[in-house]
């Protein structure tokens, strides 16, 4: 029984290398892409909202000192107008700009009071040096 790996040449026959195949360039020419890439454009987020609801928070807080009061809470509502514009951002806008009024008239209830305790107590007077 012969051994089917092994197969037993002949010694009388001659070897013949394989003949070489000639190389063939693709038939096909490179042709440029019919659509070129068009990036996505990046929608622009609206950051007025979002400051003027930061703002309307810290002047609920800033009102004890009417000038940080009013720092915060009349940017906040400046920007919570501009803000509403955006639909996206409108609920943040709206917040802060109510937020800001609150702030407002806080600080300025805050601001009317001092100024009538330091003239009932006649401290209002401002010493510079």
Known sequence: MADPIYTP???NQQYQAPQ?????APQAQYQAPQQYYQPQQVQSVNKKPLIAMILGIISLIAWFIPIFGYATSIPAI???????QDPAGKGKATAGMVMGIIGLVLSLI???LGVILA??????????F
């Open 78 to 84: 400046i920007l919570g107008v501009q803000g509403r």
């Open 20 to 24: 070489p195949q000639q190389y063939q």
């Open 110 to 112: 805050n601001s009317v």
């Open 9 to 11: 040449v002949d010694p």
């Open 119 to 128: 003239l009932q107590n006649g401290t209002l007077g401002i010493v510079l």
